[in-house]
């Protein structure tokens, strides 16, 4: 069996195409994972998987790439807070916000604590997704170690966080304010009318035709003069040609 069959037999076995990520970046973690179990092949790899519902979970989150942390590049988070939300917001009552692919909880977290912050929480919803269906339910039991939470001013983690032993969990007013869900970016269909969608650290990892697919069907899911936040990664070359407007850096605005 080689990598093309291989990503077949996972398409039947999970519903994850990996024809849409780039083929040099996810091969190369596949084969790497498939050594450090010990398999020669991509058969006996592949029989494990079917056997062990363990084995299947742990590459699920290993292809998955869940790599997430609290206000990651916090200069970004600044942008957010001074600039973009309070134009949303001046010109709605209420705001819809979706965070595309949240891995296990921290980018959402964020938004809900910095919407608290900014005294806006009973005015927006947050929808929080991802296609691991292990990390969505790390996200909603909500509870971090001290080196995830390093990025969190110490106010907000006081505010935001009970610590209990070594840990800090999540507070039941910020974890009610996230409504998580299992969506695959590629195969779903999307929240409607979104006013702010992110998607960060995500793109980097598809082919371009799935990025061409992936910005047609955010542009959709955005409302009139919705914003698409990316990560530090992921600038959209020529972003008029998927209907957006470049506002900031790693900011763009659907442009009706």
């Known amino acids: 069996m080689n990598y093309y069959e291989f990503t077949a ?4 076995l999970c519903d994850i195409d990996l024809s849409n990520y780039k083929e040099k970046q996810m ?14 092949s991509y058969d006996s790899y592949l029989r494990q998987l079917i056997k062990s519902e363990q084995h299947l979970k742990e590459f699920l989150g290993y292809i998955t790439i869940n790599v997430s942390e609290f206000f990651r590049n916090p200069a970004q ?9 309070p134009e949303l917001i001046s010109k709605k009552n ?5 965070s595309s692919a949240c891995s296990t909880g921290e980018e959402p977290y964020s938004l809900a604590m910095l919407l608290d912050k900014m005294g806006l ?10 296609i691991d269906k292990e990390a969505v339910e790390q996200a909603k039991i909500g509870i971090y ?4 939470i390093s990025n969190v001013p110490d106010e907000m983690v006081k505010t935001n966080f009970l610590k209990e032993n070594d840990n800090y969990v999540i507070k039941d007013k910020i974890k009610k304010a996230v409504d998580f869900k299992i969506i695959n970016l590629l195969e779903d269909s999307f929240p409607s009318n979104c006013d702010l969608i992110l998607c960060r650290n995500v793109m980097i990892y598809f082919t371009e035709e799935a990025k061409e697919k992936l910005y047609k069907k955010f542009y959709n899911a955005l409302s009139d003069n919705g914003i698409f936040f990316v990560g530090s990664t992921e600038q959209i070359i020529m972003p008029q040609k998927y209907g957006f407007i470049s506002r900031k850096h790693f900011f763009y605005q659907k442009n009706n």
């Open 94 to 98: 209420t705001l819809k916000i979706w």
């Open 77 to 85: 988070w600044q942008v957010l807070e001074q600039e973009i939300i």
């Open 121 to 130: 929480m009973n005015r927006v919803s947050i929808i929080a997704s991802d």
């Open 145 to 148: 170690t001290s080196k995830s």
């Open 9 to 12: 037999e996972i398409k039947k």
């Open 27 to 40: 091969k190369r973690r596949i084969d790497s994972l498939i050594k450090r179990h010990g398999h020669e």
